[in-house]
């Protein structure tokens, strides 16, 4: 009998994180194979939340398959059921039903959550209430009521809420579920390989663009899946400071972040436009924003958002010598049915199989915890230093290493 994998998804619209995690599940993508993705798992259910517009003829002239598909992100256009009548996969109007495939005990091997996109509210401090924790309470509820435990992957942060993020991993932890979470972007590995020992590592930087938690959450677990392999591992962080507009070039005139950190970080990027950075990112409807981090040990984190400027992800180094090393996101670009999420999926399949998450839990939940605190602090405390003994979360990173390709 085939592993099988129910999928729970909060919408499933062309280029959603639902369509290009489900569907290239569903048929093999051309060059997935090189990336070390081929499935031998089978999504035998699939649970949508929100159909936009109920449920639409599919225009004359779209092909569903990943590999003719029109790169061409709508979330106006559900294509749940279509993908779902073409590919032989059951839709349940219930998350019980999906993991139960019409039975009345757990019938699945595993369990897929992508809370990613969707009509839901925004709260007062810029989150989108994804109901990431209340759909993983439901798969718990149905863990408990059957007798049985299977793996979880939660795609992304793991909640807007950071008591709902302690709950999920608290939880996890207790029934002993092999928990999978977080971003694409720290799997798909970088560019240039970095290569430092962890103890050198004195400070480290993020550069990201298109927003403060929905790609801040992104540049976050990037540069936390390179600091956490410092010297002793992670220690928790014990304070950070919030800048936007402005008051982002003044922090940074005054040293909160070092400049020849951030130069070399900058200088990795390969989507950087012409002229000032500064005046590219004021013609941005997005202002810029910065976190700073002070960890307990000493290391100094730092994320600034640059959109208008670039359009990447870019991880940055010091080290106590004083180098500074950088390398971009390896994405591959939003082409190939947005490859990088080939990388993901060979990684939540790896995971499914061996019930091993390649990464800690803890990472996740202080990312999750952080970007979460940053939102706030933006809101309520902008540049003051505000102490955060809720992230001091210990842990060591684990002996996990991306593939990186080459180009």
């Not at 992957?153 to 928990?179: R, Y």
């Not at 540069?223 to 410092?230: D, T």
């Not at 981090?293 to 100094?300: A, L, Q, R, S, T």
Request: some cysteine; hydrophobic content about 40%.
């Amino acid at each position: 009998m085939p592993f099988r994998i129910a999928a729970l998804c909060t919408q499933y619209f062309p280029y959603s994180h639902a369509d290009v995690i489900i569907t290239r599940w569903l048929e093999q993508v051309q060059n997935d194979p090189r990336l070390g993705f081929v499935p031998c798992t089978k999504i035998a259910s699939l649970w949508v939340m929100q159909h936009p517009q109920g449920d639409p003829p599919i225009p004359v002239g779209f092909d569903l398959s990943p590999n003719h598909r029109e790169e061409r992100f709508v979330p106006t256009f559900d294509i749940s059921r279509a993908v779902a009548l073409k590919y032989g996969v059951p839709i349940f109007d219930t998350i019980r039903g999906a993991m139960a495939l019409g039975t009345g005990q757990l019938a699945v091997d595993a369990v897929l959550l992508i809370g990613e996109h969707g009509d839901f509210p925004t709260n007062d401090y810029g989150q989108k209430q994804y109901p990431r924790k209340e759909l993983f309470d439901e798969v718990v509820a149905v863990f408990r009521a059957m007798g049985k435990i299977v793996p979880v992957f939660c795609d992304k942060h793991l909640s807007w809420n950071i008591e709902w993020a302690q709950q999920m991993v608290s939880t996890a932890q207790q029934m002993g579920i092999p928990f999978f979470a977080g971003s694409n972007v720290p799997i798909s590995g970088t560019r240039h390989e970095l290569r430092m020992d962890g103890e050198d590592i004195a400070e480290s930087m993020g550069l990201y663009y298109a927003g403060g938690e929905v790609y801040g959450t992104h540049s976050i677990e990037f540069v936390q899946s390179l600091a956490e392999k410092r010297g002793g591992g992670e220690s928790g962080i014990m304070a950070i400071r919030a800048y936007e507009g402005e008051a982002v070039w003044e922090a940074m005139d005054r040293g909160e972040w070092s400049r020849d950190l951030f130069e070399t970080t900058l200088a990795a990027a390969t989507t950087a436009q012409t002229g000032d950075f500064r005046e590219n990112c004021r013609r941005s409807t997005l202002a810029p924003v910065a976190l700073v981090c002070e960890h307990i040990d000493g290391h100094k984190q730092s994320h600034i958002m640059l959109d208008g400027h670039i359009a990447e992800f870019i991880v940055g180094a010091k080290l106590r010598g004083g180098e500074c090393r950088a390398s971009t996101a390896n994405m591959g670009g939003l082409n190939d049915f947005v490859v990088n999420f080939a990388h993901l999926d060979r990684e939540i399949q790896k995971s499914f199989l061996t019930s091993q998450p390649p990464i800690a839990i803890e990472r996740v939940l202080l990312s999750s915890m952080l970007v979460a605190t940053f939102m706030r602090a933006l809101k309520d405390a902008p540049g003051q230093r505000v102490t955060t003994p809720h992230l001091v979360v210990p842990y060591r990173g684990l002996p996990y290493l991306p593939v990186r390709v080459k180009e």
